[in-house]
């Protein structure tokens, strides 16, 4: 009506735009550039890591045989059999798993599904601080809380047992859980919980068969990357486990009770005392080698089972279709507040660890223990630590964005299926190496091979392999669910490949890029054995290095770690929770300051 | 008694900077009245991005976040505006609304008919499959997909989207029935097809049809409602 | 003391190994800074993981809290390691008070080594409650563990195998044990005695009947003590005998006993 | 010499099961063979399900992962079937697709508008900016949106989204246009609208237009193509 006269007016019809085309503008032909370069790093990466377990089980002779299938290890006597080994990392993992990921899909669903869009961001980030807290205050906090229950409840002595330690990682694991699939929700249109709604579905039904449907493989995804973060934990588990080799219990009856009874993983085998004593040539190291490889096998394994169309299917049948039934009011009503029950269990969590944290770290609350450099075996403050934090952590931010990114463009985008698959799996393994692994890689690499000292680059290094299977994983997910629409639209405007990369896929996949990296740095920020092999001292470098690969620094995790590994008197406690309060009151920081780019990002993902 | 009656419904989008409006409000839909009749058709129509859609939307209590109604809406006797959300879950499947982009869900395409029918009506599996073929073949869809009903929904095109869409809704047999251009996406000979279906509802089933299409709406309906800019947006 | 390849290397005196020792190689370390020294302090892998490193050239100066080992003179040929003992740390068998007050005060050789390989079931076979025998393990490699080791079982081979039965669990450093000990029930496990002042819950039994006191470490009747070594590549030079030498003067043994541990003088080898 | 030609078209799908076919394949669309000539306007027609869109997709090479095209098709001079993805890119700058389902992406209205231009186009941004906005009038959309250039298009009613992408296309002024329904959610006054700016074009651009509104082709076009099922389909 209005807009023809107007049309008159102001816009005299459409010109031809012979005037205006010239060179086509904006090429995006960095993108390959970088994915490529990317790509180069990620191959070094993994190639140093086999390298290295490569070199380590040649250096001696290994009995796989034996290997896999003895149930005593037993180095002083040359018996070396991982079967308990392998039980333990399955019992804690999957019991972890079977624990976090109902929880924190529920947590996810209530948070997304039945929260109010302004309360979403301040809810989840409480869920984040989970990840904020570094493993070793886990590990302190298993010891004080959790033992004591253990025992009460189960009859456990002294509390130390397999359970114990999955439910510790249980906690670690939620908020990876819960962040990868609340991505992967807020990625499912709302047109079609509209039009699931609209057909007379009720709430719980809306979220179980039009929602969830659509976001199974990115909170499977979610529950991936929980995995991988299970298997990779070192101190947290150790400091709960017991850590006693024993045989594999051989009736049904003795396995289950051995889940209450001390044990071992692979990992913490490989993080405990004995990659030391084993020197780096003979039976015994090849051996422990050889456990590496084995526990890259059983990552790869769990992983391809994980990725296997059955259990992530996008589309097809509904194997079985739900019924109709009975009250379905008082379902739904039921459904709603266990949802919503499921979502106040890691904010309780997260608010009951920062009570206890700041009960114990009141040191950390004077502002004179952040600003002076410390002094003797525990006295001073943490300035130095949290500027070698800061530096490692900005540092390893950096190469995780850079590699993450562009190793899921190489497999969400630029390689066939077939080598996606592998290179995802390649990405998981990478994921749930215990960091313990990568922190004698990077001690033998950039040690022994390249010469260096130690080296606040390596630690760079290192901490950037633990954050970019993270990040790579995440975003990967991200992109599998990007509408097949958005794309033939692009590409119909006639946009080439790199500029469907640089225009629909980069702007979409900001905020699994986020999540990923505040994930990945979260942890890599708690991570304590790549920087003590490569990276820190205990006194005497500063925050800030003096060269590049031969100046080591000091940093808040590996600082709290001495301290609480075997100090004598009072005051060293103090100061180690002091310590680890000023570590998680910097992640908390940088969770908050994340928020508002997080708010704009996730305003144009529509 | 009338099956839906609104009264001054307006529609608003919640301005984050509080300026427009003395609420902070700016006025997307509205004020409009209007009641529809047990058993009747009514047409509802207007420009587009006058705000038929989101009118639909919030007859049914789905309006997006952001948005919020005013005013009084009664469907079926519920007070739409007034109700908890598990209260307006049960009127929708009474009054159910058919958006006007046909949604498919990661299924097959039985899969995606029987979708609002298991949930809602009790009855055995056979019998709410036999339901649902029957309502593909109302809208005339049947013959196109009887040889591939396990098939992907989300490889239909458009028109065939749109009438099983529709189909999904007719299957549940719902007292009222929202459509928002019902055939937009259909060439003639379909569109008639799915005409005639809703010509059969006529009388025992209340329907409140928005299409751009007038000559269809005059074919159709008992009454037309045109729906006009909310008078204080800037065009 | 180090000159990298390059020639840039700074001066810098690198000093690693066990968690015992550190507190006064960090107490040192931070007078010697002051006076313009470059000291870097670790605690990577404990006293094996010293000693180690000192083998591969890594660091200057190994703290150990176990003497050499020949195994570990033969892992590294080409280097002639020299320890300079600083002081004595005691390792006590602690108990859970309630244990020691009823009755097990004192256990003998046979005794302990029943207990830590597994064998034990109640302290009621010591004279005390009926209450099972928690044990907590040092992880190989620490030097209580080897204190206890070579106290059980002398230079004879390996310790038999643990019998697993629940009861028996690893632990790593000190803080980890004091406080496993404090919340289990019926626990035992060697520790540092200086960890054991001032704790309610728990106590030091004898060990063959000899008490743990200053006196019978000093005159060598408690068994169950070791000494603390710096441990260098050739007698020390440079850095490395400054460093090593305040720790022997006056101030340095002065921080040995704020810490917990014997000094030189304590021992008669001043 | 022709804008479009086709011959013996075929889409089929590839089955993974190797049954239906003697080569494991299952036909959609075709066969077809017709011809655009340039600065023509030719309508294609057929009914819902018949494989239109299927048909237009295949002429800029962007069949959907499972389907494959057989025949020859040659646009502007191209072998769509026998090129690079790189040539195919540079193909689509020159004959645009406009989908049936117009797809916003996450971004604002102007944003939007430019998505295509900023992406094929040299020019200063203002010039850009300029083309856009005066694209969106073109396809009578600058009125409803100039106040709210910035706010997510994803806020737009339907009728508003088939117009944006309709004038994103026009934007880049390609050689050739491929509409796929172009006005199957507007009203008749807006429909109009886009009519005349398509007309406009006549001449020195040329068109291939789907459409199941027959009266609509018959204003538009120069000539008709009537699309059939395939005749070894089972319907
Ligand atoms: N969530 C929202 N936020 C802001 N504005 C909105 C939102 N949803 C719709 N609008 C605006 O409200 C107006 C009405 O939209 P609606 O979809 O109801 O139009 P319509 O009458 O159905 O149009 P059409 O015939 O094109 O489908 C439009 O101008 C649209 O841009
Ligand atoms: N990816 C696919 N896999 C299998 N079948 C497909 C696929 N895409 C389309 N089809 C089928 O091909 C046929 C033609 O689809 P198309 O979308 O081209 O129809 P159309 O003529 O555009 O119909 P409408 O007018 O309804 O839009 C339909 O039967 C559809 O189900
Ligand atoms: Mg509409
Ligand atoms: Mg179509």
């Not at chain 1, 588990?237 to 044990?263: E, K, W």
């Not at chain 1, 780096?280 to 084995?294: D, E, I, R």
């Not at chain 1, 003590?532 to 205990?538: K, M, S």
């Amino acid at each position: 009506m209005i807009t023809s006269t107007h049309k008159e007016g102001q816009c005299p019809g459409l010109r031809p735009l012979s005037a205006l085309r010239g060179v086509r503008p904006r090429r995006s032909g960095w993108v390959p550039i970088v994915v490529g370069g990317g790509a180069a790093l990620v191959g070094a990466s993994g190639a140093m890591l086999c390298a290295f377990l490569i070199s380590g089980v040649t250096s001696g002779p290994v009995d796989w045989w034996a290997l896999v299938t003895s149930g005593v290890w037993s180095p002083q006597q040359s018996l070396f059999g991982v079967l308990p080994m392998i039980w333990g990392t399955a019992v804690v993992s999957l019991l972890a798993l079977a624990v976090a990921v109902p929880i924190g899909w529920a947590a996810a669903l209530g948070l997304h599904e039945l929260t109010p869009a302004r309360h979403r961001r301040t809810l989840r980030m409480a869920v984040e601080m989970l990840a904020a807290v570094p493993s070793i205050v886990y590990g302190l906090l298993g010891v004080v809380l959790l033992r004591g229950l253990m025992s009460r409840l189960f009859g456990v002595t002294g509390g130390d047992s397999l359970l114990a330690a999955a439910l510790v990682l249980s906690v670690m694991v939620l908020p990876t859980v819960v962040s990868v699939s609340v991505d992967a929700l807020a990625d499912v249109p709302d047109s079609v919980r509209e039009t699931g709604a609209a057909l007379g579905l009720s709430r719980v039904e809306v979220i179980g068969s039009a929602v969830f449907p659509q976001a199974r493989g990115g909170m499977l995804a979610g529950a991936v990357l929980g995995l991988a973060r299970a298997l990779g934990e070192t101190v947290a588990v150790f400091l709960v486990i017991g850590r006693a080799d024993g045989p594999l219990a051989s009736t049904v009856n003795g396995l289950l009770r051995s889940i209450l009874q001390p044990g071992q993983t692979l990992t913490t085998k490989l993080g405990g005392p004995e990659p030391l004593l084993a020197g780096t040539s003979g039976t015994h190291w090849a051996t422990l080698c050889a456990l590496g490889a084995v526990l890259m096998c059983v990552i790869a394994g769990l992983t391809l089972l994980a990725q296997s169309r059955r259990l992530d299917r996008r589309g097809g049948r509904t194997r079985f279709p739900p019924r109709a039934r009975r009250h379905r009011g008082a379902r739904d009503r039921l459904g709603v507040a266990s949802l919503r029950t499921a979502l106040a269990l890691p904010i309780l969590l997260a608010v009951g660890i920062a009570v206890v944290v700041l009960e114990r770290g009141t040191p950390a609350l004077d502002p004179g223990f952040w600003a002076t450099p410390a002094a003797g075996a525990s006295g001073g403050g943490v300035r130095d630590q949290i500027i070698g934090t800061l530096l490692l952590v900005a540092t390893a931010g950096v190469m995780a964005a850079a590699a993450g990114l562009t190793l899921a463009l190489l497999i969400g985008e630029y390689a066939t299926p077939r080598v996606a698959g592998w290179m995802r799996t390649a990405t998981l393994t990478l994921g749930g190496i215990p960091s313990i692994v990568l922190g004698l890689a990077g001690f033998w690499f950039f040690g022994s091979a390249l010469g260096w000292g130690k080296s606040w680059l390596a630690g760079t290094f290192l901490l950037g392999l633990v954050a970019t299977p993270i990040v790579a994983l995440a975003v990967t997910a991200q992109i599998g669910r990007l509408p097949r629409e958005r794309l033939e639209t692009a590409r119909a405007l006639g946009l080439r490949r790199s500029q469907v990369v640089r225009s629909v896929l980069l702007p979409y996949t900001r905020p699994a890029l986020v999540t990923g990296l505040l994930l990945g740095l979260a942890r890599a920020a708690g991570e304590t054995a790549p920087l003590l092999f490569a990276a820190t001292v205990f006194s005497g470098a500063g925050g800030m290095p003096a060269g590049v690969v031969d100046a080591p620094v000091v940093s808040l995790p590996t600082h709290v770690f001495n301290l609480a590994q075997d100090a004598a008197d009072p005051a060293a406690i103090r100061a180690a929770w002091g310590a680890a309060t000023v570590l998680i009151i910097i992640i908390a920081l940088l969770l908050i300051v994340s928020m508002p780019i997080r708010r704009r990002l996730e305003k144009e993902r529509v | 008694m009338n099956a839906i009656a609104i009264r001054d419904l307006t529609v608003s989008k919640r301005s984050p900077k509080r300026t427009k409006d003395n609420k902070g409000r700016h006025p997307l839909v509205g004020p409009a009245s209007f009641a529809v009749p047990h058993g009747e058709v009514i047409g509802l129509y207007g420009p587009s991005g006058v705000g038929k859609s989101t009118m639909l939307r919030a007859l049914v209590g789905l309006l997006p976040d952001g948005l919020d109604a005013e005013g009084v809406i009664r469907v079926l006797g519920v007070d739409v505006l007034r109700q908890r959300p598990s209260a307006l879950a049960e009127l929708r499947t009474r009054a159910v609304l058919v958006p006007q982009i046909a949604v498919m869900f990661p299924d097959g395409i039985i899969g995606n008919t029987l979708f609002g029918l298991r949930h809602v009506v009790r009855a055995p599996a056979n019998q709410l499959r036999k339901r649902a073929e029957e309502a593909l073949a109302e809208v005339g869809l049947w013959d196109e997909v009887r040889d591939r009903l396990n098939a992907p929904a989300a490889e239909l095109s458009v028109g065939q989207r749109q009438r099983l869409a529709l189909a999904r809704a007719l299957a549940l047999d719902p007292e009222v029935i929202l459509l928002d251009e019902p055939t937009s996406a259909l060439d003639e000979a379909s569109a008639a097809e799915v005409e005639e279906t809703l010509q059969s509802l006529r009388g025992h089933r209340t329907l409140l049809v928005v299409s751009h299409d007038i000559e269809q709406l005059k074919r159709l309906c008992d009454s037309l409602v045109p729906l006009h800019r909310p008078t204080s947006t800037s065009n | 003391a180090c000159t990298g390849k390059d020639g840039k290397r700074r001066n810098v005196l690198r000093v690693s190994g066990s968690t015992t020792v550190n507190p006064v190689a960090a107490d040192v370390a931070d007078v010697l800074r002051s006076q313009g020294m470059e000291v870097t302090i670790d605690t990577q892998g404990g006293s094996a993981g010293g000693i180690s490193q000192l083998g591969a050239g890594q660091i200057d100066i190994a703290m150990s809290s176990k003497p050499l080992a020949d195994a570990d003179r033969k892992r590294f040929p080409g280097i002639n390691l020299v320890a300079t003992e600083i002081g004595r740390d005691a390792v006590g068998i602690v108990v859970r008070k309630s244990v020691h007050d009823s009755g097990v005060t004192s256990l003998t050789r046979t005794q302990l080594a029943r207990i830590f390989e597994g064998k034990a079931a109640s302290w009621k076979e010591f004279g005390g409650p009926d209450l099972p025998v928690y044990v907590y393990d040092k992880e190989p490699g620490r030097g209580t563990r080897e204190v206890l080791d070579k106290y059980l079982y002398e230079e004879a081979a390996t310790p038999p195998p643990v019998q697993p039965n629940g009861r028996y669990a690893i632990v790593g450093g000190n803080e980890e044990t004091r406080t496993k000990l404090r919340t289990t029930e019926g626990s035992v496990a060697p520790l540092s005695a200086a960890f054991v002042e001032g704790s309610k819950e728990l106590a030091l039994v004898a060990v063959d009947d000899v008490p743990l006191t200053p006196q019978n470490i000093v005159s060598g009747k408690y068994p169950l003590a070791r000494p603390l070594f710096l441990i260098t590549n050739g007698s020390p030079q440079g850095n490395a005998r400054t460093f090593i030498d305040r720790v022997l003067s006056a101030e340095g043994q002065k921080v040995v006993t704020q810490h917990g541990y014997l000094n030189l003088a304590q021992l008669g080898k001043r």
